[in-house]
Nanobody, 122 residues
Framework: QVQLVESGGGLVQAGGSLRLSCAAS????????MGWFRQVPGKEREFVAV????????NYADSVKGRFTISRDNVKNMVYLQMNSLRPEDTAVYYC???????????????WGQGTQVTVSS
């Protein structure tokens, strides 16, 4: 398995930007598809974005398409989520996760980070 640690969360005004980072340790980072999910208290965790092992293919939730960009660096064992034009409804705890193949379903992800809080003020 791979161990994941997120960073980069914080408080930002609506319309602003944040970049989340996820550092992976363990073997064979490049053999995992990587995803970002988010969760608001009292609600289920929801898919945000996923990137393939090579970094060529990506998928996004409709709610973030055109505003968020997922990327990865297989040399540094890092995955990123660039978030632009942030809205108050983007407020959530954001989680990094690893899966054997590119998926938008939480159940397909076997390794999870501890999460990082993103708060967008109006």
């Amino acid at each position: 398995q791979v161990q994941l640690v997120e960073s980069g969360g914080g408080l930002v005004q609506a319309g602003g930007s944040l970049r989340l980072s996820c550092a992976a340790s363990g073997r064979s980072f490049s053999s995992y598809a990587m995803g970002w999910f988010r969760q608001v208290p009292g609600k289920e965790r929801e898919f945000v974005a996923v990137i393939s092992r090579s970094g060529i293919n990506t998928n996004y939730a409709d709610s973030v398409k055109g505003r968020f960009t997922i990327s990865r660096d297989n040399v540094k064992n890092m995955v990123y989520l660039q978030m632009n034009s942030l809205r108050p409804e983007d407020t959530a705890v954001y989680y990094c996760a690893a899966a054997n193949s590119r998926s938008m379903f939480e159940a397909d992800f076997s390794s999870w980070g501890q999460g990082t809080q993103v708060t967008v003020s109006s």
